[in-house]
């Protein structure tokens, strides 16, 4: 795949950006009908692995692959880190796993887009150790060739056959319970098994509880950029500051809660 058929939002000088726009969240909120799914093969690929060696599409080995997408500043990947682990421990056997480091989701003075391959490889370490990652971590080109070409997802995750066959694919990676459906039914059907998940409101609530974090890593400017993009993720990150107590995973449905009865009250305080 060239940059002459990726969207224009995929191409690589829009790639690596310094700014979190709203353009960015609307994108990551669907998938395109070309891009590659279920039943599709895998886009040529061959990108580095951090303890030598490469990962290409035409030799993933026997097992399965269940290939996720993520960065530091990503507060999906964040949420979706002991997923992964928990995932591992279950299938870690039969199903290769390997974390694809990308582009930062959420650039700031701190932690902020890499411009160098040194870099981003410098990236994928940390990242590799921020979640004590057991399994391969790989990063992908500077340009991004690779996930532009799966569609520029901050934190999607693909279940690949041995012969480069997508039979799964996931909008977020912290989806926990679809992807352990889907990693048992690849394991028991084999070629005969495809799915998706679609789901969105629960994993981005799972993720506004890691936001906070996520800021106070990469810095103010994250938290500047998130205002101006989309203002209720901003809020629903700041109502979830009391809320330390609980799982970071818990606090985006609480705050979520909290409001949704506070307008309520407020309704029929009005309406008395």
């Given at each position: 795949?060239?940059?002459?058929?990726?969207?224009?939002?995929?191409?690589?000088?829009?790639?690596?950006?310094?700014?979190?726009?709203?353009?960015?969240?609307?994108?990551?909120?669907?998938?395109?009908r070309t891009d590659p799914g279920p039943g599709d093969r895998v886009p040529a690929f061959d990108i580095e692995l951090l303890d030598g060696g490469r990962l290409a599409g035409a030799s993933l080995g026997p097992r399965p692959v269940l290939l996720v997408f993520g960065s530091l500043t990503c507060p999906v990947t964040?949420?979706?880190?002991?997923?992964?682990?928990?995932?591992?421990?279950?299938?870690?056997?039969?199903?290769?796993?390997?974390?694809v480091n990308t582009r930062e989701a959420h650039?700031?003075?701190?932690?902020?887009?890499?411009?160098?391959?040194?870099?981003?490889?410098?990236?994928?370490f940390r990242l590799r150790a921020h979640h004590r990652f057991p399994f391969e971590v790989a990063v992908d080109g500077i340009d991004g060739a690779f996930h532009r070409a799966m569609s520029p997802k901050p934190n999607s995750a693909y279940l690949i056959r041995p012969d480069g066959v997508i039979a799964y694919r996931a909008h977020w990676a912290n989806d926990e319970p679809a992807l352990q459906r889907a990693i048992t039914g690849l394991l028991a059907r084999g070629s005969a098994f495809r799915g998706r998940s679609r789901a969105m409101a629960g994993p981005l609530l799972r993720a506004i509880g890691h936001l906070p974090g996520i800021v106070r890593r990469g810095g103010s400017k994250v938290a500047r950029d998130v205002w101006a993009a989309v203002p209720p993720f901003a809020v629903m990150a700041l109502l979830t500051r009391p809320l330390a107590f609980l799982p970071a995973d818990a606090r985006g449905p609480v705050a979520l809660a909290v409001v949704t009865i506070l307008a309520v009250l407020a309704a029929y305080v009005m309406q008395a």
């Open positions: 795949m060239t940059d002459a058929t990726l969207p224009a939002r995929s191409s690589r000088h829009h790639y690596a950006y310094d700014t979190f726009t709203t353009g960015l969240i609307l994108g990551d909120l669907a998938f395109a964040e949420s979706s880190g002991a997923v992964l682990r928990r995932l591992h421990a279950l299938f870690g056997d039969r199903i290769r796993f390997v974390m650039p700031g003075q701190h932690i902020p887009q890499p411009r160098t391959s040194a870099e981003k490889r410098e990236h994928a």
